[in-house]
């Protein structure tokens, strides 16, 4: 199969009810993680101005609870035709608001065509030119919203120590 580069994005789902995040193109896939994600929208302005800033895209995300790899709490990803934000259902890991700013970051970086996604010879999507900027930048976005919990485990407690020591600067190449 010769590799695609995904060129235009379109899904059909379930059309969300609630008023303040009835936007065209951000979906969710069921009624249970549209209600979680009003309420962290409610809570933290970083979460509605990322929300908003989805939703005024003209492609289409699909927020949905799913397999996530064991070492992940969420991913955003896509099967070439949609633009998922999938979080993990199981206790032991980020929260939700957490995940939401780290993926939403994400996908503002797909928006800015800083990142992308290819397909490999086995059909599977994968991303590109991520880097550790890119990442950094994501867990940077996550400590405006990281609780008590979510700063006690490994990977952010210890981005955030590295942060205050070292500050956050992109790198300059050229």
């Known amino acids: 199969m010769k590799p695609k580069t995904l060129l235009s994005l379109f899904v059909l789902t379930f059309v969300t009810t609630k008023p303040e995040l009835s936007l065209a193109v951000v979906k969710f896939a069921d009624e249970r993680i549209e209600e979680e994600i009003q309420h962290i929208y409610d809570r933290y302005p970083l979460i509605k101005q990322q929300f908003n800033k989805l939703s005024s895209s003209k492609l289409t995300y699909v927020i949905r ?70 990442e950094a930048e994501a867990f940077k976005t996550s400590l405006e919203v990281a609780g008590t919990t979510d700063l006690g485990m490994k990977d952010l407690g210890i981005f955030k120590r590295k942060y205050e020591t070292e500050g956050f600067k992109k790198p300059h190449y050229g």
């Open 65 to 134: 609870y799913g397999y996530v790899k064991k070492r992940y709490s969420a991913i955003f990803e896509t099967d070439g035709h949609n633009l998922f934000l999938t979080f993990r259902q199981t206790k032991g890991y980020y929260s939700l608001q957490v995940c939401f700013a780290h993926e939403a970051t994400h996908a503002l970086q797909f928006e800015r065509g800083e990142i992308g996604y290819c397909q490999n010879k086995d059909g599977d999507w994968i991303v590109v030119n991520i880097d550790l900027w890119y």
